[in-house]
C-alpha cells in the first residue's frame, strides 16, 4: 500500500457534520480555556497524513477536569435512575444517528476498516442500551435480624468520580463499555482516551451533551504524552475508581500506584489467546472462525486467536485452507467498502508484528501464505506452520495479522499448551464432542472461552481476564458492580 492514494481529507471540528476542513479538536473538559493550549498532531496511519490538531493537556487541565468530576458527582449521583436511564437511551440514539461519522473518524484515526469500523459504533452503542436499561435494576437488600428493634439493610451506592484510560484499538466500544455502566451507577468519569484516537472520544462526548447530558458527568481529557495527566488524576484522591484498558505492563505500573489513594481498580490487559482445533471439528467453520476472530482489526484486539493448535490428523487440510482464505483477504486502503485488513496503527505496531514474523522464518518455520507488496504500516496477513514455544510469536501478544500454527496430539497436550502463559483472557476451542467441550472449556485458565464460537464478546456478557490479563469485568450485570459500593445501614427502632 502507498501512502499517496489513502484519502488525506481533514476531519470536521465544531460540528457532528461530515467533514468540513476545520481541523482543530479540543478536550471536552467544562471551564477549558484552550486559547494558550499546545496542540499535538494527529497522523493517519494508512496515509502519514496530519488529519487533525487535538489538545495537549497536561496538568492544569487534569486538576480542573478533576474538580468539575468532583461536582458532577454530586450532581450526578442525586439524578434519579430513570433520568439516568433515559440519558443513556437517547445516547444510545444519537451513536447510532451518527454511525457514519463515528465509523469514518475511527477509520481514519487508527485505520480500522471502513465497514467494521461501522459493526463497532453498533457493538458501542449496545452498551449504552444495556446500561440504560441496568440503571434501573440497581437494587440492594433486606437483610434478617435477629433483633425484633434493628432493620438491616444493603445499600449499593456511586463509587464516586472514575478515571477511565481507553486504548485505540476500539476508540469508540472501549469508551462506552467503561462510561456507560459509570452514568448508570451515579459515577462521573473522565476518559483519557489513547493519544492515536482522540477524535472518537470528542465526539462520543459532544453527543452526549447533545442529548442533554451534563457536561461535569463526562468528560475528555486529550495528551499526547498521557504520563502526566494519568499521574495526576492516579494521585488525586478525589478519583475514587480507575478503569482500564492496556499493556499488562502499565496495567501493573496503575495498580501499584493506585494502593496509594485506595482505588478501585478494573485492568483489562493483554491476552495471548489459544485456539485449538479437535479432530473431530467442522474444518470449514473453524477456519471461518479463525478468520474472523485473527483478523478482525487486523489483528489488532487482546481477545484475538494468537497461537492456533491444531490436532494432528486435521493438521495438513486445516493449514491448507486457512492459508487459502488468507490468501484472499483484501489488503487495502481502511476507506475501501472492499478493504478486510488496514494498516497497523504505528510503526511500533508494524514493526513488532513484522518482527515476530522474522523471528519465525529465520528460527525455521515456514509461510504457507503469499507475499503482499506492503508499505508504511501495512503487514501481510501471514500463517506460519512449524512454529515452536520458543518463537516470539509464541511468547508474546502479536497485535497483528499473523497466525502461527502449532500440532498437537491429544486434549491434555492441547490444555497444558494453552495455559502455559502468564496471560488469561480469551481461549477457543473447536469441536463436536460435547463432553470434551465441556471438559476443555473447564479446564481453561481464562476468563473467556468460545467453544466452536470465535466472536464472544457481547454487551449483556462479562469480558475480563484473570492473570497477567487483569481484574474485575465489563459488561452485562457485572460490569456495573465494578461501579457500585456496598453500604451496610444498621437501624435500631425507636431510639
Ligand atoms: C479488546 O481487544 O480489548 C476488546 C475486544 C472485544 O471487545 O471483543
Known amino acids: 500500500m502507498t501512502a499517496s492514494n489513502a484519502s488525506s481529507q481533514t476531519l470536521a471540528n465544531d460540528t457532528l457534520e461530515a467533514p468540513a476542513g476545520d481541523t482543530v479538536y479540543t478536550a471536552v473538559i467544562p471551564g477549558l480555556d484552550d486559547t494558550d493550549l499546545k496542540r499535538y498532531s494527529l497522523r493517519s496511519p494508512a496515509s502519514g497524513d496530519v488529519i487533525a490538531e487535538i489538545s495537549d493537556c497536561g496538568v492544569a487541565q487534569a486538576r480542573l477536569a478533576a474538580d468539575n468530576a468532583q461536582r458532577g458527582f454530586e450532581a450526578w449521583r442525586k439524578v434519579s435512575p430513570f433520568e439516568r436511564a433515559a440519558l443513556l437511551k437517547a445516547w444510545h440514539r444519537a451513536v447510532i444517528d451518527a454511525k457514519e461519522l463515528l465509523a469514518l473518524t475511527m477509520t481514519r484515526e487508527m485505520g480500522k476498516p471502513i465497514k467494521e469500523a461501522r459493526g463497532e459504533?453498533?457493538?458501542?452503542?449496545?452498551?449504552?442500551?444495556?446500561?440504560?436499561?441496568?440503571?434501573?435494576?440497581?437494587?440492594?437488600?433486606?437483610?434478617?435480624?435477629?433483633?425484633?428493634?434493628?432493620?438491616?439493610?444493603?445499600?449499593?451506592?456511586?463509587?464516586?468520580?472514575?478515571?477511565?484510560?481507553?486504548?485505540?484499538?476500539?476508540?469508540?466500544?472501549?469508551?462506552?463499555?467503561?462510561?456507560?455502566?459509570?452514568?448508570?451507577?451515579?459515577?462521573?468519569?473522565?476518559?483519557?482516551?489513547?493519544?492515536?484516537?482522540?477524535?472518537?472520544?470528542?465526539?462520543?462526548?459532544?453527543l452526549w451533551q447533545q442529548v442533554g447530558g451534563p457536561a461535569e458527568a463526562f468528560q475528555v481529557i486529550t495528551a499526547e504524552r498521557p504520563?502526566?495527566?494519568?499521574?495526576?488524576?492516579?494521585?488525586?484522591?478525589?478519583?475514587?475508581?480507575?478503569?482500564?484498558?492496556?499493556?499488562?505492563?502499565?496495567?501493573?505500573?496503575?495498580?501499584?500506584?493506585?494502593?496509594?489513594?485506595?482505588?478501585?481498580?478494573?485492568?483489562?490487559?493483554?491476552?495471548?489467546?489459544?485456539?485449538?482445533?479437535?479432530?473431530?471439528?467442522?474444518?470449514?467453520?473453524?477456519?471461518?472462525?479463525?478468520?474472523?476472530?485473527?483478523?478482525?482489526?487486523?489483528?489488532?484486539?487482546?481477545?484475538?486467536?494468537?497461537?492456533?493448535?491444531?490436532?494432528?490428523?486435521?493438521?495438513?487440510?486445516?493449514?491448507?485452507?486457512?492459508?487459502?482464505?488468507?490468501?484472499?483477504?483484501?489488503?487495502?486502503?481502511?476507506?475501501?467498502?472492499?478493504?478486510?485488513?488496514?494498516?497497523?496503527?504505528?510503526?511500533?505496531?508494524?514493526?513488532?508484528?513484522?518482527?515476530?514474523?522474522?523471528?519465525?522464518?529465520?528460527?525455521?518455520?515456514?509461510?504457507?501464505?503469499?507475499?503482499?507488496?506492503?508499505?508504511?504500516?501495512?503487514?501481510?496477513?501471514?500463517?506460519?506452520?512449524?512454529?515452536?514455544?520458543?518463537?516470539?510469536?509464541?511468547?508474546?501478544?502479536?497485535?497483528?495479522?499473523?497466525?502461527?500454527?502449532?500440532?498437537?496430539?491429544?486434549?491434555?497436550?492441547?490444555?497444558?499448551?494453552?495455559?502455559?502463559?502468564?496471560?488469561?483472557?480469551?481461549?477457543?476451542?473447536?469441536?463436536?464432542?460435547?463432553g470434551r467441550a465441556t471438559r476443555v472449556s473447564e479446564a481453561l485458565d481464562y476468563g473467556i472461552v468460545g467453544v466452536n464460537d470465535g466472536g464472544p464478546s457481547t454487551p449483556q456478557a462479562p469480558f475480563g481476564g484473570v492473570k497477567d490479563s487483569g481484574l474485575g469485568r465489563e459488561g452485562g450485570r457485572y460490569g456495573i458492580d465494578e461501579y457500585l459500593d456496598t453500604k451496610f445501614v444498621s437501624t435500631r427502632l425507636d431510639r
Open 121 to 206: 459504533v453498533d457493538y458501542a452503542a449496545g452498551f449504552l442500551e444495556w446500561y440504560a436499561e441496568q440503571a434501573k435494576r440497581i437494587d440492594g437488600d433486606i437483610l434478617p435480624s435477629q433483633h425484633p428493634d434493628k432493620r438491616l439493610s444493603v445499600l449499593r451506592q456511586p463509587v464516586g468520580p472514575v478515571l477511565a484510560i481507553t486504548p485505540w484499538n476500539f476508540p469508540a466500544a472501549m469508551i462506552t463499555r467503561k462510561v456507560a455502566p459509570g452514568l448508570a451507577a451515579g459515577c462521573s468519569v473522565i476518559v483519557k482516551p489513547a493519544e492515536q484516537t482522540p477524535i472518537t472520544a470528542i465526539l462520543l462526548a459532544r
Open 227 to 434: 504520563a502526566e495527566v494519568s499521574d495526576l488524576l492516579m494521585d488525586d484522591a478525589r478519583i475514587r475508581k480507575v478503569t482500564f484498558t492496556g499493556s499488562t505492563p502499565v496495567g501493573k505500573h496503575l495498580y501499584a500506584k493506585s494502593a496509594a489513594t485506595m482505588k478501585r481498580m478494573s485492568l483489562e490487559l493483554g491476552g495471548h489467546a489459544p485456539f485449538l482445533v479437535f479432530d473431530d471439528a467442522d474444518i470449514d467453520s473453524a477456519v471461518a472462525e479463525v478468520m474472523a476472530s485473527k483478523f478482525r482489526n487486523g489483528g489488532q484486539t487482546c481477545v484475538c486467536a494468537n497461537r492456533i493448535y491444531v490436532q494432528r490428523a486435521i493438521f495438513d487440510t486445516f493449514a491448507e485452507r486457512l492459508a487459502a482464505a488468507v490468501d484472499d483477504l483484501v489488503v487495502g486502503e481502511p476507506e475501501s467498502e472492499s478493504t478486510q485488513v488496514g494498516p497497523l496503527v504505528s510503526q511500533a505496531g508494524r514493526d513488532k508484528a513484522q518482527s515476530h514474523i522474522d523471528d519465525a522464518l529465520a528460527s525455521g518455520a515456514k509461510r504457507l501464505t503469499r507475499e503482499h507488496d506492503v508499505e508504511g504500516f501495512f503487514v501481510a496477513p501471514t500463517v506460519l506452520s512449524g512454529v515452536t514455544a520458543g518463537m516470539r510469536v509464541m511468547q508474546e501478544e502479536t497485535f497483528g495479522p499473523v497466525a502461527p500454527l502449532i500440532v498437537f496430539d491429544d486434549e491434555d497436550e492441547a490444555v497444558r499448551q494453552a495455559n502455559d502463559t502468564p496471560f488469561g483472557l480469551a481461549a477457543y476451542l473447536w469441536t463436536r464432542n460435547l
